[in-house]
């Protein structure tokens, strides 16, 4: 087992970001290019964090975010951002998503401009973002 930080990144990188690919296969299809329901930024930048863009505001329920967050019950320090571009929501909207953490959600979603049914969605343990987010 290695002590070097980069390479103690890497592997957790990589453990994690195969665990969020299974958890959200199973809610939808990912596609790089807008087409499908999400997409996993696969580029490992040397940070504690896995980026998904979603298109599919289903994958924003509560069910999925805790399954998500209990992923990262045994890292420290790692979080997992939802970042919405979800066809019909107004294109001029600011930037939206959620941010999961081991301790907290930081829930960044303007339900004004989400789809009505969508705009229910709460998380334990929640807080609004702030601009130090």
Known sequence: MTTDPEEMQSAA???LYGNVS???AKAGIENPYGKGD???NEDNYGWMRIQI???KPELFSP???DELRFLLKNLEGWEITLAADIAGV???APPMGVTIRKREI???LNRD???EVFRTYRYADSRPGTGYD
Request: glycine content about 4%; charged content about 15%; overall charge neutral.
């Open 63 to 65: 069910t999925i975010v």
């Open 90 to 92: 107004n294109e001029a």
């Open 53 to 55: 863009v979603v298109q």
């Open 13 to 15: 990188w990589h453990r």
């Open 106 to 108: 930081i829930d960044g």
């Open 113 to 115: 401009i989400l789809p």
């Open 22 to 24: 299974r958890v959200l």
């Open 38 to 40: 999400y997409s996993i």
